[in-house]
């Protein structure tokens, strides 16, 4: 089990070099660097002054130089300074020789953007799993039915335009929850409880709506797992020992139809860490999504790196926890580790 | 996470038809409730202090020193912190604002300027010709990490006598020179010198001699900044502004129907349609509108036929019916230009008039050109070839876009041909610009407070990421250029520039489409602002707005 460890840990070294490699030469292919769009198009920023500061950011130098820079730096875990803001770390904060810290940009976007993706995880998992239950325990009768039209129209509207009627529904007509942002203006200077009150206000709209499209594929994938499962002979046998039925719903049933579950967790970690542009832009959420979105157009490499390299890792890791889980989950799986 | 989108769409869009259906009904049921008016919003109050002001704003300052920074965002908010030796006036004409007075050598090569006594920074230091001396050094040094230096590189040498005089010396005469002083925010010595300007912490605390001092900045969230009561400028009225970053126009409209904020800068359409159809958000949103300082234009490259042909450009010019991309694309919210200069300022010339819409005169002008119908498909052709070109502007801009297509159907109707491609920026610059790989453009220039517009016309500028992209070269044009950057009074400079204006119509190297108005809505319970707004705009005189106590928002008032 430990060699098995070791092993898959080693392979993501060289895994990641090639991705970052990848993703280095494919984000310098797109036309343009930063001196193209900061101050790019302003006839009082000379083309002398670019060229400077092309020299000062090793823009001038080979694409390989460029990138064997880039793998130093890496090498000690430091994911440089942007380009655009100012010089503000990436990744994790800097002490300056003042002992003035300055926060990274990853540092401050990730909780955010984590704090929404795991809200809404669970609720989709809080909703998802009993509307999957009940639409497999009533196939094709009406209960199956209304949860299935629920889930489809959930999936198929868009998602910004139904965030926009709720914060008019729900922040202009009926002032009831904030419109966007995280936090009131006079944030500091409420009580401690207050302040949790007043950010889970803030919070309902976009864990909702970024809830909303996963909640339709997760109780999809639950009735359908769980349909699978109830026509095996095991559960005919768990019904003919005269198990109670929720005993064989709960404890024999879903129990199996959730390793599929399993994997697809596994594989939304590193989703955890992406935020959507739009709800983001719709609702004033300083996240990830945005960061990397924004940082793209602007062509702040060190930025555009630093996220793409950690959701590389991430991703990598992800599936090893889910082969893992899945090892722990399913006795036969865990035989074949093992060997 | 959630499975991929997308498929699902088509399939159950009626569905999704149906619950939309649901949704309008829901909402249909129910108005906005408003507030029962307690205090009389349109009632004239006598100016008081305090008060807090909450404004909308897409973009995030990067660092509040504008020299590095460079996005309007930041400049916005450094423009309420830091001073410079001059500002515009109400006219946009300069005057002294750290500066109480400045002198122009007979040989028009130095400049000296008089600082006001008893200037004072925020933190109480005292704000002297030292630092502006300093600032000079800043922006000149080789490691600062600026576009905007080459102005100031101009100084060949630059002193500080005595507290209260800086002077500069220009190689030769160089007219723009006192805008750039305008366009310099003068930074603090005692708190800079030493540091790695490009890297400080001062970029995001910083201290400056302004209206206002930055009080609390919250990433990603919003700025507050509050009343510096040692302001080089006197003390503002209104105690405390906080500007909320909310990227999307849509969420800041809500914000504002809902009262979470002051003031926010509209769309056409919300100034347009929504107010007008809805009397009760006029009861208590004042909407303001003043002429923008940009304009639109359709570009060519000249150095490709048929644009290097001035009578194909200037029947394009007659083809194109302005006021109905004004109407079309701004709700007519709009004017037509005739000059690259700001209308109602002394650059603009008075006496120039746009191209009228004239189609009847742009097929005649395209007949002379040797351009017929030959093969009778609809479209011009000469020698074999049709008369057909492609249009490309940026993506992300609707304005620009919708132009396109505007500008597309009355060139068909004269038998021009068109396509139109939208190219994300960053590679719209660098592919397709930088290169002069293009035939025509859909873009925006600044319509500048300094008249000076040699590295746009100029045909010395027309190398790769220069900005005379279209390849404009006139010689007569070129002598006003340069003529008008050694001449230095405003009444003979004004001369050189409408004969320079009068040419650039004449030969037609862009059309000019529209400049479009700014607009503002600002809460009526923000007293003192100037209507109708001064050339300037209404920000203008912001320092002297005021939020009379009985309309002050409760729960801001009790922090």
């Known amino acids: ?339 | 996470m959630p499975p991929e989108r997308g498929l699902g769409v088509t399939v159950h869009a009626a569905r999704a038809a149906l619950a939309a259906c649901l949704m309008c009904l829901l909402l249909a049921g129910c108005g906005e409730r408003e507030p029962a008016p307690s205090v009389a919003l349109d009632a004239s109050y006598p100016p008081e202090d305090g008060g807090t002001l909450v404004n909308a704003t897409g973009g995030e300052p990067s660092g509040l020193i504008a020299m590095l920074a460079g996005e309007s965002a930041a400049s916005a908010v450094a423009g309420y912190i830091f001073n410079s030796l001059l500002r515009y006036d109400p006219n946009l004409e300069l005057e002294g604002e750290l500066a109480q007075s400045w002198q122009v050598s007979r040989d028009n090569r130095t400049i000296t300027f008089r600082l006001k006594p008893g200037l004072r920074w925020a933190d109480g230091a005292p704000l002297t010709s030292a630092d502006v001396l300093f600032t000079w050094q800043l922006i000149t040094d080789d490691n600062t990490r600026t576009p905007y230096a080459a102005d100031y590189q101009l100084v060949k040498h630059a002193e500080a006598p005595d507290p209260l005089t800086f002077r500069v010396t220009y190689e030769q005469p160089y007219a723009p020179a006192l805008a750039s002083w305008a366009g310099l925010h003068i930074l603090p010595r005692h708190l800079l010198a030493g540091q790695d300007i490009n890297t400080t912490p001062f970029a995001r605390n910083p201290v400056g001699s302004h209206y206002y001092r930055l009080e609390a900045w919250k990433h990603g969230e919003r700025i507050s900044l509050t009343r510096n009561p040692l302001a080089t400028q006197g003390p503002a009225r209104i105690e405390r502004l906080v500007s909320r970053f909310i990227p999307d126009p849509a969420s800041q409209f809500l914000e504002l129907l809902a009262d979470h904020i002051d003031t926010m800068g509209l769309t056409p359409i919300q100034y347009a349609r929504i107010f007008p159809a809805r009397p009760q958000l006029s009861r208590r949103i004042a909407l303001y509108k003043e002429l923008g300082n940009a304009y639109t234009y359709l570009g060519f490259n000249l150095k490709r036929a048929p644009f290097n042909d001035v009578r194909v450009r200037q029947a394009i010019n007659y083809a194109l019916d302005k006021q109905e991309i004004i109407d079309g694309v701004l709700l007519g919210l709009g004017e037509p230009v005739a000059s690259p200069y700001k209308p109602g300022t002394r650059w603009s010339h008075p006496g120039l008039q746009p191209y009228p819409y004239d189609p009847a005169k742009a097929r005649r002008l395209l007949q002379e050109a040797g351009y017929t119908d030959s093969d009778g498909d609809g479209i011009l052709d000469r020698a074999g070839k049709p008369l057909a070109f492609e249009i490309i502007t940026n993506n992300g801009n609707k304005p620009r876009a919708a132009t396109a297509t505007l500008i597309q159907r009355r060139l068909q109707e004269i038998g021009i041909k068109t396509s139109i491609r939208t190219i994300e920026w960053a590679s719209f610059i660098s592919r397709f610009i930088k290169t002069g790989d293009f035939e025509a453009v859909v873009l925006g220039w600044s319509l500048g407070l300094e008249p000076d517009q040699y590295n746009i016309w100029h045909s010395s500028q027309q190398g790769p990421g220069q900005f005379n992209f279209i390849g404009y070269s006139n010689p007569e044009v070129d002598r006003l250029l340069e003529q008008g950057r050694l001449e230095l009074d405003p009444d003979k400079r004004m001369h050189l520039y409408h004969r320079f204006a009068e040419i650039l119509l004449e030969d037609s190297p862009v059309v000019y489409l529209y400049a479009g108005y700014g607009l503002q809505a600002v809460h009526k319970r923000v007293k003192g602002i100037p209507d109708p707004a001064p050339l300037a705009g209404i920000g203008h005189n912001a320092h002297e707005w005021y939020i009379p106590q009985a309309l002050r928002r409760t729960e801001i008032s009790a922090q």
């Open chain 1, 1 to 339: 089990m430990t060699r098995y460890l070791l092993k898959r840990l080693l392979w993501m070294v060289p895994l990641l070099v090639g991705i970052s490699l990848v993703s280095f030469l494919v984000i310098h292919l797109a036309p343009g660097d930063i001196t193209t769009t900061e101050a790019g198009f302003d006839p009082k920023a000379s083309e002398e002054s670019r060229q400077k500061l092309r020299e000062l950011y090793n823009l001038d130098k080979p694409l390989l130089v460029q990138y064997g820079l880039w793998f130093k730096r890496m090498a000690t875990l430091d994911f440089g300074n942007s380009f655009a803001s100012h010089q503000r770390p990436v990744f994790w904060q800097k002490t300056d020789a003042e002992g003035n810290i300055v926060k990274g940009m990853i540092q401050e976007a990730l909780p955010i953007t984590l704090l929404i993706n795991v809200a809404s995880l669970l609720l989709i998992l809080l909703v998802a799993l009993p509307l999957g239950v009940m639409a497999a325990l009533h196939q094709n009768r009406p209960p199956d039915r209304i949860i299935t039209v629920f889930v489809f129209v959930g999936f198929a509207v868009p998602g910004f335009w139904l965030a926009l009627l709720l914060m008019y529904w729900l922040g202009v007509v009926n002032p009831w929850l904030p419109i966007s942002g995280l936090h009131s203006l006079g944030f500091e200077h409420m009580s401690r409880p207050a302040q949790l009150v007043d950010l889970a206000h803030h919070l309902v709209l976009p864990v909702f709506i970024s809830a909303l499209g996963g909640l339709a594929g997760i109780a999809l994938y639950v009735r359908n797992g769980m349909l699978e499962v109830l026509h095996q002979d095991y559960i005919t046998t768990a019904r003919a020992k005269g198990l109670p039925e929720n005993t064989v719903v709960y404890r024999h049933a879903l129990r199996n139809a959730l390793l599929p579950l399993i994997t697809l967790l596994g594989l939304s970690i590193p989703g955890l860490i992406g935020g959507s542009v739009i709800a983001e832009s719709l609702f004033a959420i300083p996240g990830m999504g945005k960061l990397f979105y924004d940082a793209v157009l602007m062509r702040d490499f060190p930025v555009v790196m630093g996220i793409l390299t950690i959701g590389a890792a991430l991703t990598l890791l992800g599936n090893l926890l889910a082969d893992l889980a899945y090892a722990w989950a399913d006795p036969r799986v865990r035989r074949g580790v093992a060997r």
